[in-house]
């Protein structure tokens, strides 16, 4: 819902903290607002997953629906995942996932994938019990800002 986003806001802010994207390296305010908008934009293949718990928001998952060139229908790219640090090993990165899975079966979509860091043993522990590693490793290249 639109009236989340203050609540929704402090886990994007700890998620890109997560990623060393925080105080001088913070990202811009109109790309968070622009993230939030997409939400709500019918004509966006990004959509916003959230996890309440008693407190408010305790986690996000965000995704991407896009085309493949190895098949016909479109792939998922869980793009983001977080859960506040109160909420770690209580099961909600793996709910966030399951509704992941759960909305783009509906779709009729077939792959859902996303990648993480190295460093991230905690996520990984838990991304090796709901799928499966692929061998591939992700290069970069920034072309400006």
């Known amino acids: 819902m639109k009236a989340d986003f203050a609540a929704w806001k402090v886990l994007w802010d700890g998620y ?12 811009r305010p109109e790309i968070t607002q622009s993230t939030w908008s997409r939400f709500f934009d019918a004509y ?6 959230v996890a309440e718990g008693p407190e408010g928001l305790v986690g996000l998952a965000h995704i991407l629906y896009h085309r ?3 098949q016909l229908g479109p792939n998922c790219y869980l793009q983001d995942l977080f859960t ?18 759960d909305h783009a079966a509906g779709l009729g979509i077939q792959r859902v994938y996303w990648q993480t860091h190295e ?10 019990q709901v ?15």
């Open 68 to 70: 493949s060139t190895i």
């Open 16 to 27: 890109n903290a997560f990623y060393g994207r925080a105080g001088e390296t913070a990202l």
């Open 131 to 145: 799928a499966e590693k692929s061998g591939f490793i992700v290069y970069r290249k920034s072309l400006g800002t």
């Open 44 to 49: 966006e293949p990004m959509h916003a997953f």
């Open 119 to 128: 460093t991230n043993a905690a996520a990984m522990r838990l991304y090796d």
């Open 84 to 101: 506040s640090e109160a909420a770690r090993g209580q099961g909600v990165g793996r709910a966030l996932i399951q509704a992941v899975y």
